[in-house]
């Protein structure tokens, strides 16, 4: 976005916007992308990654270290919030709002509709407003998961561009994406989100193992998801690039950048040569400090 002169915004944890129905900038001409994952194995990488030890006390205590002995057991995230069952929180305005810093199962069909939250409640006789705010989660009332799918579906065909993780692998599908944005380096990391490469080595340290009946489990918790990642995973190209039988192309096919499409601002304009050298960078490994707790305590046996 900085090196075409372009404003960038970022959903990350609330629900999905919906292109066209955007308050915050008066519906601004926008172009929407949205990334898909495997649902399964999002589940699961999200549970090592949050799920398993807590990252506050990972990061930040250094007496803290990740053993099979204070790790979550894979066999409760099978809730809408991970291992407990909201995914809503009340905000002070009393409305609910969808989060998914910490979510299980068809956390894609509910990001992407919005509508899993009015569908929750709070317990009887608690009063939450904006001068008494308790922090009670809400409780599970009945959801129409097929209809929440139904809006995802319709959503997310109205984004500019999915992008599916899985497919990064693939080094014409990565040529595709980049002559699409016409930033190259897409596969080239430097940035690394929160806890991330610290989880990573504790996971390392303390390989998670999956049951069979856990991985079964998951699979069929995440079926809406599962189909609405191949409906749109599968509506246009095979894994190898190639044309699907009334699809719309391969990757060739995909249309390339074109400035004259957009309206930019010379003034928030950096060159991507200059923001990769001068942008602000963070650790892709775990820090010296912070691997000094597994060697000092290394030899206790508790790692």
């Known amino acids: 976005a900085k090196h075409h002169g372009l404003e960038y915004e970022a959903e990350e944890f609330t629900m999905a916007e919906d292109p066209g129905h955007n308050s915050y900038n008066n519906n601004t001409p926008t172009l929407y992308v949205a990334n898909l994952r495997e649902p399964v194995s999002r589940s699961i990488s999200h549970f090592k990654y949050e799920g398993r030890w807590d990252c506050e006390s990972l990061l930040y205590n250094t007496s803290y270290l990740p053993t099979t002995q204070n790790a979550a057991s894979i066999t409760t995230w099978n809730q809408h919030y991970g291992h407990i069952p909201a995914a809503c929180r009340m905000e002070r305005n009393g409305a609910y709002k969808f989060k998914m810093d910490k979510c299980a199962v068809n956390c894609y069909t509910q990001w992407y509709s919005g509508l899993s939250c009015p569908w929750w409640e709070m317990p009887p006789g608690v009063n939450v407003t904006a001068e008494n705010f308790t922090g009670y989660r809400p409780i599970r009332k009945q959801m129409a998961t097929e209809r929440m799918y139904e809006v995802a579906i319709s959503k997310l065909r109205r984004y500019n561009f999915v992008i599916v993780t899985e497919r990064l692998r693939n080094p014409m599908y990565v040529e595709a994406i980049e002559r699409y944005f016409g930033v190259p380096g897409l596969n080239e990391r430097k940035l690394s989100p929160w806890c991330e490469v610290e989880s990573h080595y504790a996971n390392e340290v303390v390989p998670l193992v999956v049951p069979k009946e856990t991985l079964a489990n998951l699979t069929a918790l995440n079926e809406v998801d599962v189909r609405l990642y191949h409906e749109m995973k599968d509506c246009l190209v095979d894994d190898d690039g190639t044309l699907v039988e009334g699809g719309g192309g391969g990757y060739a096919n995909f249309p390339a950048w074109d400035a004259s499409r957009f309206e930019r601002n010379e003034s928030i304009q950096v060159d991507y040569t200059t923001f990769e050298r001068t942008g602000k960078q963070t650790y892709l490994k775990p ?17």
């Open 287 to 303: 820090q010296k400090w912070w691997l000094e707790k597994f060697k000092t305590n290394a030899s206790d046996g508790n790692v």
